[in-house]
């Protein structure tokens, strides 16, 4: 098929979605929608611009439609980018259209309206399904992936004991000053930990377009974060944070943090999205591509549980789970005393997610499925 790619440049979704496209065959031509997301998302951005943007969409696509034929316009949307008359007039062409979206889980309100226009959305969490169809879109489900191109074992020496790499926010800092407390040896590295004084909290900001869309929402949303915000300050006192400092790094280049999970005897993951405010009772859980990344990547890999990971690994033989900070603690010692065992999930994460979670197996079920 030739597929009209239209995804604003950015280096995860040029080397994960525009490659799996690439490796299942396809003609694929790359188009730069000319904004990304968070100046779509500031208060300076207008309909004008909006327009702008979607009259240039329109265009290039007859352009490159009335050339050589595009089969389907593989997008990546939302709301304030795109006028949804520009889809209707692209589909108009005769055009099959698709929206790949992966927050559906906690920013659904960023497409709700845009969805329904396109022939069919991808959604990665099987809760968001429902949402789409309370709008009239047609979604599919897709689960993220990894490329097997960049995400690989390499062969140096494991010369750190319990690692993770990726951004401080939410309940991660509540994790690792726990681990440190329990005498467990882990390092990190990622935006937020080596500098962050805010608590492991990220400021709960909502776009001045939602707000004037969902004013009930938004403002209950503000309360409900103010409240939670001041409680969970108190979650990681001073001491707890000067121990995290001791441990932590900066974000990485990308080589480099892929190697680390080469150089770790166990790699932790998160399950948790969003701010601190998804804490406890409302704390929503879902798949990371670090899920992925890091058994392609040869990884130990002990990630919170959630039940849609049975869906993809033999949990306690090709991935670990834990359920607390306490059973994160009790599995890291066990599996530190017993390397055989430990070195056994390693092999078998790596042979599963190589096997079945590559970008190219996502793509060709999806076909499949349309």
């Known amino acids: 098929m030739r597929i009209f790619y239209a995804v604003h440049n950015h280096y995860w979704e040029d080397r994960n979605l525009l490659w799996g496209l690439r490796a299942c065959g396809h003609d694929v031509v790359v188009y730069d929608p000319g904004a990304p997301f968070h100046r779509a998302l500031s208060v300076t951005w207008t309909a004008a611009d909006r327009d702008r943007i979607s009259e240039r969409l ?48 906690h920013q659904f309100e960023l497409v709700e309206t845009l969805s329904s226009f396109f022939d069919v959305v991808i959604a990665t969490d099987r809760r968001s399904l429902e949402k789409y169809i309370s709008v ?41 000053a726990h ?26 900001t909502y776009p001045l377009r939602s707000a004037i869309r969902h004013p009930r929402t938004t403002v209950r949303r503000s309360i409900v974060a103010m409240q939670r915000s001041v409680r969970s300050l108190q979650a990681v006192p001073p001491w707890d944070q000067r121990r995290i400092a001791s441990v932590a790094g900066p974000s990485l280049p990308f080589e480099e943090m892929v190697k680390v999970y080469s150089r770790s005897q166990i790699s932790l993951g998160f399950s948790a999205c969003g701010n601190a405010l998804y804490r406890d009772q409302n704390k929503i859980l879902q798949i990371h591509l670090r899920d992925f990344e890091g058994p392609m990547s040869g990884a130990f890999y002990m990630v919170q549980y ?65």
């Open 306 to 370: 959630q039940q849609e990971l049975e869906d993809f690994y033999e949990i306690g033989n090709e991935i670990i789970c834990y359920s607390s900070r306490e059973e994160m603690v009790d599995l890291i010692k066990f599996y530190l005393s017993h390397p055989d065992a430990l070195q056994a999930v390693r092999s078998k994460g790596l042979a599963r997610a190589t096997a079945d979670h590559s970008w190219i197996n996502r793509f060709q079920s999806m076909f499949s499925q349309l």
């Open 136 to 176: 009239g879109a047609k979604p599919i489900y897709m689960q993220l992936a990894a490329n097997p191109e960049l995400y690989k074992p390499y062969d140096i020496t494991r010369d750190f004991s319990v690692t993770f790499v990726g951004q401080r926010y939410a309940d991660r800092p509540e994790y690792i």
């Open 58 to 105: 329109v265009q290039r696509i007859k352009e490159e439609h009335a050339n050589r034929g595009i089969d389907v316009l593989f997008a990546y949307f939302i709301d304030p980018l795109v006028d949804p008359g520009a889809i209707s007039s692209i589909r108009d062409l005769g055009i099959f259209t698709i929206n790949y979206y992966c927050n559906g889980a």
């Open 179 to 204: 681990l440190l407390r329990n005498g467990v040896d882990v390092k990190v590295w990622g935006p937020g930990w080596a500098n962050d004084r805010s608590f492991g909290e990220q400021r709960i």
